[in-house]
């Protein structure tokens, strides 16, 4: 490849990574053509974005970001893909599924919620609720006692309706 097409994948590389909020790096090498594509397809139903890379330009396209992704440097080794999402656990939830029945992916590093996680804490990632989850179960908590509120006055209110005929 030549350096100006090596420039161009960076720079390419770089803005797509900083479209997404989340960056896993995994191991999918050793899948065969119909695993890959089944995982391809799931990525795309989780809204994952999935691609292989080589890791020399994944590092530059890396080093270049406004975020410094240097504890991440380590795991660029062997073959390696990038799935990012903008759901944290989206692609966590993804490798823990489909590495049951392939054994790969496997997760090398993550980058989630502006922390960095290694490969030994696959479990912890697709345990952690996205935003749109948390915020879920806060308004669920508000929610609830007004509830119990509500539907105590509608009881008193059921039993003086009783009362009165």
Known sequence: ?????????????????????????????????????DLRRKCFKSEVKLFVVKNSLLRRALESSEIDYSPMFDALTGETSIMLSNTGNA??????????????????????????????QLDT????????????????????????ILSGLKAREDKQDVVEE
């Open 125 to 148: 990632l697709a345990a952690l609720k996205s935003k749109n989850e948390l915020i879920g179960d806060i308004i669920g908590l508000l929610q609830s006692p007004l509830k119990n």
């Open 91 to 120: 692609p966590a939830k993804l490798i823990k599924e489909f590495s049951k029945s392939a054994g790969k992916p496997a997760l090398k590093a993550a980058y989630v919620e502006e922390a960095f996680y290694g490969a030994d």
């Open 1 to 37: 490849m030549k350096k100006e097409d090596k420039g161009v994948v960076i720079e390419q590389l770089k803005s797509v990574i900083a479209d997404y909020s989340h960056l896993y790096l995994a191991d999918i090498g050793g899948l065969d053509s119909a695993q890959t594509s």
